[in-house]
């Protein structure tokens, strides 16, 4: 059984302000929640006989609480709970810094919590260990962005920061990578295995500032040419064809 009070403290962690005063977030899910106990310890798990019954191994701190589906329906941000939700402690963060041996990836300004959760779990699925935010992104300790990352939150490390700052304090000639209608085809364009790839806001794209910084511009082209399109694709899918095409052609590099 859960109580009033700790439905209340689940609910408020859906607010930025409250989640940033508990230094708390929810995640909800078998596979979300497992891959998040795999690398933290929740303070609060609620979850049904049948989950805890198969999990009850992983416990290792905190408080975890047998619930009924009703019980979890109440607690739970889905229109459909599945089985377990758990509040983790919010990661502490070093001072971001952008690995000079690999990709990495910035959004700027990506507000939609949807966009910027599976972005994250494509850098998962690409190897990409960090993902640095513009401090006008959205939060990744969102729930929805929590849900959307499908567990990726647990493997790529989240940094909000000012993006024009970090990228100036890259090393000079460092590649900085940005997708624009007037850029060079990224399908033949030689890209290194290395750099920072920026990815614009949903509405607007990037920013003039980060534009200026930019030292490869790169356009992803419709097909065929010329032909009546839709103005742009949505940001996320962006993000998975320009990963692709980096990981495609660094893996084809002849030693």
């Known amino acids: 059984m ?7 403290y689940i609910h408020s962690l859906e607010l930025k302000k409250n989640r940033r005063q508990e230094g708390a977030f929810v995640a909800e899910g078998p596979k979300v929640v497992g891959d ?42 889905l229109k459909h709970p ?6 983790f402690p919010t990661p502490q963060r070093s001072m971001p810094k952008v690995n000079l041996d690999d990709l990495s990836l910035m959004l700027d ?18 190897g990409i260990t960090d993902v640095f935010c513009s401090l006008d992104s959205a939060d990744v300790y969102n729930p929805k962005v929590v849900q959307a990352t499908m567990g990726s939150i647990a ?69 065929p040419p010329n032909r009546p399109t839709a103005d742009s694709l949505n940001v996320a899918v962006a993000t998975a ?3 692709a095409e980096f990981r495609r052609k660094s893996y084809s590099i002849k030693p």
């Not at 859960?2 to 209340?8: F, N, Q």
């Not at 209608?181 to 790839?197: F, K």
Request: with cysteine; net charge negative.
């Open 36 to 77: 998040l106990l795999c690398v933290m310890h929740p303070t609060l798990l609620i979850a049904t006989e049948e989950w805890l019954h198969e999990n009850r191994h992983l416990q290792k701190g905190g408080e975890w609480l047998e619930v009924t589906d009703e019980e979890l329906a109440k607690a739970s941000f």
């Open 241 to 243: 064809i320009v990963c």
């Open 2 to 8: 859960i109580s009033k009070a700790k439905l209340k």
């Open 109 to 126: 300004g990506v507000q939609d919590p949807g966009n910027v959760g599976t972005i994250i779990r494509i850098a998962d699925w690409f």
């Open 82 to 87: 599945q089985q377990v939700l758990a509040v």
């Open 155 to 223: 493997r790529v490390n989240i940094h909000y920061t000012d993006l024009s700052e970090l990228i100036s304090g890259l090393p000079e000639g460092f590649p900085v990578y940005g997708t624009l209608l007037d850029g060079e085809n990224i399908y033949e364009t030689e890209l290194q295995p290395r750099g920072v790839i920026v990815m614009g806001n949903e509405g607007n794209g990037l920013s003039a500032d980060i534009i200026q910084k930019l030292t490869h511009r790169l356009l992803i082209p419709n097909y």
